[in-house]
């Protein structure tokens, strides 16, 4: 079985640019989660999604960061414009409808703003 | 809130030795835990996971956890550390909306 599939790995733009992250999740996994890691922090939540609708968003920052999770499947993030604090590394997971049973994570795609 | 803490930031421990990190949370009811492992620019992977039942939870590369509700902790034990287990760990509950809220996170160091 596949995992979560994130592209790209690396990502290095300059402040002001758009940028945008991919996330496959596990096949059935009607649920997928973006996280946003800190350097030296742990992941925090930036929305998540059932199927294609985003039941959770209060701590994406709406002004710059936008989502979709068209025909509720596979999910991408952008920011634009990038800001330096937006540097990170950002997480996408998935989980099964069976609740909290298992939360899959992807490898992430670190983003450097300069 | 729901919240989980860390204690250690980092923690350095001699190949063989023991090893045990220290997790507690704050949750209303009865919480879904989990210990990730990270290694250096990977992502998240499962060590174990307690939902209800037996206590002592066993994982993964030799790893367990034991869930105590008096002391709202879930502390990751392993009996003999290998220098591959240098990583940074992260214990996470399971919060009421359905999203893992993290701690911060230990940096694990062996030394051989």
């Known amino acids: 079985e596949a995992g979560v599939v994130q592209s790209p790995r690396y990502k290095i733009i300059e402040k002001k640019q758009p940028v945008a992250f991919w996330c496959n999740p596990i096949s059935g996994h009607n649920t997928l989660y973006w996280y946003r890691q800190n350097l030296g922090q742990g992941p925090e939540l930036l929305i998540r999604?059932?199927?294609?609708?985003?039941?959770?968003d209060s701590q994406l920052p709406k002004d710059r960061f936008s989502a979709e999770r068209l025909k509720g499947v596979d999910s991408t993030l952008k920011i634009q414009p990038a800001e330096l604090g937006d540097s990170a590394v950002y997480l996408c997971?998935?989980?099964?409808?069976?609740?909290?049973?298992?939360?899959?994570f992807g490898s992430g795609t670190r983003l450097t703003v300069v | 809130a729901q919240s989980v803490t860390q204690p250690d930031i980092h923690i350095t421990v001699s190949e063989g030795a023991s090893l045990e990190l220290r997790c507690n949370y704050s949750?209303?009811?009865?919480?879904?835990l989990f210990w990730y492992v990270q290694s250096p620019g990977q992502g998240l992977q499962l060590l174990l996971k307690?939902?209800?039942?037996?206590?002592l939870v066993q994982g993964i590369k030799g790893f367990e956890a034991e869930f105590k509700r008096s002391q709202s902790s879930f502390n990751l034990r392993k009996p003999s550390v290998h220098w591959s287990d240098a990583a940074e760990y992260f214990c996470?509950?399971?919060?009421?909306?359905?999203?893992?809220?993290f701690g911060k996170g230990t940096k694990l160091s062996v030394k051989p």
């Open positions: 307690y939902f209800s039942g037996d206590t």
């Open positions: 999604y059932e199927n294609e609708e985003a039941v959770d």
């Open positions: 949750y209303g009811a009865t919480p879904y």
């Open positions: 996470a509950v399971g919060g009421s909306q359905g999203n893992l809220i």
């Open positions: 997971a998935s989980s099964p409808p069976t609740p909290r049973t298992g939360y899959t």
